[in-house]
């Protein structure tokens, strides 16, 4: 099975920064698609930007473009997001996903079906 772990959240003041990693083992990460995405209590989950795995391109949604930025390390077998200009907004936990077959051409990766999911990670942005 594929092993997806999140790490880096933590408590930031408004205007801070995280940069969150997300690594898997046992497998070539750049063979694979990754997405993160985000959930708040009582709130649907959002997806929030993903690297494909041929040439990395990157999309972002709305609510954090200019903010977060993803990119893969694949000889690190990680994907990271930085994140910057931090709102309280942005708290929830994130959570790491990861599909081996790509999306079909034309079509973004900032879909929800993705086979892989780690633990997830928290982000809480507060004065």
């Known amino acids: 099975q594929v092993q997806v772990v999140e790490s880096g959240g933590g408590l930031v003041q408004p205007g801070g920064s995280l940069r969150l990693s997300c690594a898997a083992s046992?497998?070539?990460?750049?063979?694979?698609?990754i997405g993160w995405f985000r959930q708040a209590p009582g709130k649907a989950r959002e997806v929030v930007s993903c690297?494909?795995?041929?040439?990395?391109?990157?999309d972002y949604a709305e609510t954090v473009k200019g903010r977060f930025t993803i990119s893969r390390d694949n000889a690190k077998n990680t994907v990271y997001v930085q994140m910057n200009n931090l709102k309280p907004e942005d708290t929830a936990i994130y959570y790491c996903?990861?599909?081996?077959?790509?999306?079909?051409?034309?079509?973004?990766?900032?879909?929800?079906?993705?086979?892989?999911w780690g633990q997830g990670t928290q982000v809480t942005v507060s004065s």
């Open positions: 046992g497998v070539t990460w750049g063979y694979y698609t």
């Open positions: 690297i494909t795995s041929g040439d990395g391109s990157a």
């Open positions: 996903a990861a599909r081996l077959r790509p999306f079909r051409m034309g079509t973004t990766c900032l879909q929800h079906d993705y086979a892989y």
